[in-house]
T-cell receptor, first 113, second 114 residues
Framework: GENVEQHPSTLSVQEGDSAVIKCTYS??????FPWYKQELGKGPQLIID?????GEKKDQRIAVTLNKTAKHFSLHITETQPEDSAVYFC????????????FGKGTRLSVIA | DVKVTQSSRYLVKRTGEKVFLECVQD?????MFWYRQDPGLGLRLIYF???????EKGDIPEGYSVSREKKERFSLILESASTNQTSMYLC?????????????FGSGTQLSVL
């Protein structure tokens, strides 16, 4: 089955700097790659996703890139703000309803003011 | 917006007790999921369901069972709670089985088994 590795497990950045979180996946059939953000005391919430027919997707300060050949995808947050501090999870699946998402172990991002 | 409600935020139980964790969603979603979240281990899938009275095992089903008698409600059952089941439990739902779409999570239940 699918295996998703996520790095780093913790990340500290100065406010205004960029943050990058990387994930690799094992199943070449995977074609759906979402990112979830979990704030303290809350459940994870989808912030951006990408499908394998595109290489990059952007939403304001957040972008995700996908390299299908290398089987890795990354989350980029620019101009970080204190409210970006959270745990971020990447995930992968084949996009079929028969195969639920497989999550990475998470990255705790701290943005220092 | 979709609301996924978990019945308890915190729960303390004793070893050997039968424990029920309840989850209700209000948007007529077909799919419902139970995850367990532990530090350093991420989100691990326990059970999921794509329809009423349907259930499928996830990655770590041992020691758990589930019930889905109504579309909006998905219950996680610990038949005989053990200390290694102390964890944060997250319920989630999504619209359709046809494709993997956005998951909506509840706020979680922090279960302590003493």
């Amino acid at each position: 089955g699918e295996n998703v590795e996520q790095h780093p497990s913790t990340l500290s950045v100065q406010e205004g700097d960029s943050a990058v979180i990387k994930c690799t996946y094992s199943d070449s059939a995977s074609n759906y790659f979402p990112w979830y953000k979990q704030e303290l005391g809350k459940g994870p919430q989808l912030i951006i996703d990408i499908r394998s027919n595109v290489g990059e997707k952007k939403d304001q300060r957040i972008a995700v890139t996908l390299n299908k050949t290398a089987k890795h995808f990354s989350l980029h947050i620019t101009e970080t703000q204190p409210e970006d501090s959270a745990v971020y999870f990447c995930a992968a699946s084949t996009g079929s309803g028969n195969t639920p998402l497989v999550f990475g172990k998470g990255t705790r991002l701290s943005v220092i003011a | 917006d979709v609301k996924v409600t978990q019945s308890s935020r915190y729960l303390v139980k004793r070893t050997g007790e039968k424990v029920f964790l309840e989850c209700v969603q209000d948007m007529d979603h077909e799919n419902m999921f139970w995850y367990r979240q532990d530090p350093g281990l991420g989100l691990r899938l326990i059970y999921f369901s794509y329809d009423v009275k349907m259930k499928e095992k996830g990655d770590i089903p041992e020691g758990y069972s589930v019930s889905r008698e109504k579309k909006e409600r998905f219950s996680l059952i610990l038949e005989s709670a053990s200390t290694n089941q102390t964890s944060m439990y997250l319920c989630a739902s999504s619209f359709s089985r046809a494709t993997n779409e956005k998951l909506f999570f509840g706020s979680g239940t922090q279960l302590s088994v003493l």
